[in-house]
């Protein structure tokens, strides 16, 4: 078992930069049984433990001044079972590995996010999902799962197996223990041909419930100060295979996706009164384009321009409102919002504190560059979203507690009482587990 210091000066920072923590100690275990002996000294030692995957929350649900759980060396697949159809993968993997195993193997997860860089466990224990018509989050492919509770015992859960714990755990926000492993239904790879092109705002709202019940998988992004979109529809497809072209590739998600983008973000923060004019630019920037591949590379894209995040699932039948809402709020605000505002939907699922938890669900996300204040704009947004009964992703910022929380999800006082069971003495506690779940 490795333990290290957290980075420069001891400090661990997040993907986003907004979080920092100074861990009393790191640790690398190399196996669940070492795992399991990390968490025991710590209760010995008085310590809180967190487990933290690649950093890309934006809340501080893994800071812990204890120990920090690090979970490299947790990596890999444990086995394939092709009756069943699902793969069982180490926690610390990240889903860029995953996803390259998978296809290698001729396999596919159905649904995922559209990044790849966090970790199995980090992605699924906050709830991060894609988008899709009847495929939801990644945690809701998960078939079953292994979890180190604050003894140090290990659980394997499945919906025949410690049912209520799997019910709960697959979306655990590490309050319940520290995820060892994850068994995800999977499928033979297939091919998706990905439709993208601008569209204007209004047409969007207008046409929302066609765009999304005629695609398997539909999403879109706004540009604040426009009345442009780009619009994304992915639907399965019998081939061939059309890749986007290399240069192409490096062209539009390299050069002007990233690199062009930077350079905007940058001349926006210095000139904020240029924002309006630069959005115009880049919501017409990117031409319509067509291409068939395989999932992940169709659902995924490199995010290189860094960032700060909220995110909000509003009942499916409410996002027109809630975007038309905020649409008309920046407008009137007088606030320059470089970064486009990101909408996607996901099926309703039986996973206890999903943000899709019972319901048809739209996400609408709001960004601003690293570094940029952001709370106006977050504040204003966050009252929209909860004007409509809107559930915060867990790893990205808002502002909701506990009280809130046992309001929006019917079933909260469920995962409660599953955590005084599995952790009565609150080991996995940090600040944010004690503002959103309470005491």
């Not at 426009?226 to 490096?250: D, F, H, I, M």
């Not at 996901?346 to 709001?366: K, N």
């Amino acid at each position: 078992m490795v333990s290290t210091a957290s980075a420069k000066n001891g400090t661990w920072r997040n993907w986003g930069g907004n979080v920092a923590a100074r861990p009393a100690r790191e640790v690398e275990p190399a196996s669940v049984e070492e795992l399991s002996r990390a968490i025991r000294r710590a209760a010995e030692d008085g310590l809180k433990v967190k487990a933290v995957g690649s950093g890309h929350s934006f809340t501080s649900i893994a800071a812990t001044d204890g120990v920090l759980i690090r979970p490299q060396l947790l990596t890999g697949i444990r086995r394939i079972d092709r009756e069943a159809m699902t793969v069982t993968v180490e926690a610390g993997t990240p889903l860029k590995r995953l996803n390259m195993a998978l296809a290698r193997e001729g396999l596919s997860l159905a649904n995922m996010g559209d990044i790849m860089e966090q970790t199995v466990s980090g992605a699924t224990s906050t709830g991060t999902h894609g988008t899709g018509r009847e495929s939801g989050s990644i945690a809701a492919q998960i078939k079953g799962l292994e979890l180190v509770t604050a003894d140090g015992s290990v659980l394997t859960c499945s919906a025949t197996e410690n049912p209520d714990v799997f019910a709960a755990a697959r979306i655990g926000l590490g309050a319940l223990g520290v995820v060892t492993a994850i068994t995800f239904v999977v499928e033979p790879v297939f091919l998706l041909q990905a439709r993208e092109e601008p569209m204007p705002f209004d047409r969007v709202l207008a046409e929302f419930d066609e765009l999304w019940a005629e695609n398997e998988h539909f999403e879109f992004y706004w540009f604040p100060h426009t009345g442009n979109t780009n619009t994304k529809r992915n639907n399965r497809s019998a081939g061939p295979e059309q890749p986007v072209s290399r240069l192409k590739g490096w062209f539009e998600d390299e050069f002007l996706s990233n690199g062009v983008f930077q350079a905007a973000q940058w001349a926006g923060r210095a000139v904020p009164a240029t924002i309006p004019a630069i959005a115009r630019i880049s919501s017409t920037a990117l031409s319509a384009r067509t291409y068939t591949d395989i999932p992940y590379k169709v659902f995924t894209s490199p995010r290189r321009v860094r960032f700060v995040e909220m995110e909000y699932a509003v009942p499916r039948a409410a996002v027109v409102e809630t975007l038309r809402e905020l649409k008309a709020m920046v407008d009137g605000s007088g606030m320059r919002i470089s970064f486009p505002v990101e909408v996607r939907t996901a099926p309703a699922d039986d996973i206890t504190l999903s943000t899709a938890s019972g319901r048809d669900s739209a996400y609408v996300a709001v960004h601003m560059a690293k570094g940029t204040p952001y709370q106006r704009y977050f504040t204003a947004a966050e009252r929209i979203f909860t004007a409509h009964e809107g559930r915060p992703h867990w790893g990205k910022v808002h502002t909701r507690d506990a009280e809130y929380f046992a309001k929006v999800y019917p079933r909260f006082g469920e995962f409660i009482a599953l955590r005084d069971r599995l952790d009565p003495d609150r080991l996995f506690q940090n600040d944010y587990l004690r503002r959103v779940l309470g005491t």
